[in-house]
């Protein structure tokens, strides 16, 4: 069986990316107390389910701390459990709240949305060191969509490098392992034929590769990653994120994500995602 564990911040996109998985034909279940996640794949594996998602967070209140050990159960039992951690800034969260009006799982009346949000932060602690982040402040519902099913779908017999390019006009990703600034480097923005274009056109990449830092700060990632893969590796890590910054998030970090996804893609499995082109 292949369990996928949705967990994370309240108003992070749960309910979007349980969906998701739905619509591509998983078994799902939303806010299942994490005390009943083992005697529920018990059922559905006696049943004849291949593929199940669930949904588990703060919701499930003290039984929340029985999360890890039963992944690790799970585990040794042969499941295959990926944990899925959706994660946003602060901020966001408070304006989609405002936004919807909704009221937080959390809420008691004595305390405000952002005490709430502080609250959950600590009580999913020990299952965010379990989880692969996506931060979800700057993504639309079916960016996420997509981000979901590529991160559920792709083989983990070992693990998956994620290059993701950004802007830091727009903060930098909750869920990075390393990231890069090439902000120094010189930007197509300001060549008005470059403007409406991004790192994947021609024009555009011309225009870089041109450029002897582009193609030294290039290497210099390249062969950083190189030199720490096998250290990330061997600590059991299934997930890496590399991100890639510059001041828009649409010409400069483009390329060198592209780039970089080419190089490794031979050798490693490689996810690919520009946050600000979602």
């Known amino acids: 069986m292949q369990l996928v564990i949705i967990t994370g911040l309240s108003g992070s996109g749960k309910s979007v ?3 998701a998985l739905e619509d591509s034909a998983y078994y799902t279940a939303d806010n299942l107390p994490a005390k009943l996640l083992a005697e529920m794949v018990e059922f559905l594996q006696g049943a004849g389910y291949t593929r199940v998602a669930v949904s588990i967070d703060a919701r499930s209140g003290d039984t929340l701390s029985l999360l890890p050990r039963q992944i690790d159960d799970l585990k040794a039992r042969g499941v295959d459990v990926r944990v899925l951690f959706l994660d946003a800034k602060t901020d966001t969260l408070l304006k989609r709240y405002s936004e919807t009006r909704r009221r937080h799982p959390l809420g008691d009346g004595d305390l405000t949305v952002a005490e709430c949000i502080a609250r959950e932060r600590g009580m999913l602690a020990d299952v965010s060191g379990l989880s692969h982040h996506i931060d979800t402040s700057d993504l639309n519902p079916n960016a996420l969509r997509t981000w979901i099913r590529e991160t559920a779908e792709i083989d983990r017999a070992g693990m998956t490098l994620l290059f993701q390019s950004f802007g830091f006009k727009h903060g930098i990703p909750l ?3 390393l990231v890069f600034d090439v902000r120094c480097l010189p930007n197509p923005f300001y060549d008005p034929r470059l403007r409406p274009l991004t790192g994947k056109d021609r024009a555009v990449i011309d225009f870089l590769e041109a450029d002897a830092n582009v ?7 390249r062969g950083f990653v190189e030199r720490w893969l096998p250290c990330f590796r061997a ?3 299934s997930y890496v994120t590399v991100a890639i910054g510059c001041t828009g998030g649409e010409h400069r970090s483009v390329y060198f994500v592209d780039a970089l996804a080419r190089h490794f893609s031979p050798s490693q499995r490689v996810l690919v995602r520009h946050r600000e082109l979602a």
């Open 175 to 177: 869920d990075a392992d």
């Open 215 to 221: 193609c030294a700060m290039l290497a210099d990632i």
């Open 17 to 19: 990316a349980l969906k």
């Open 235 to 237: 600590d059991n890590r």
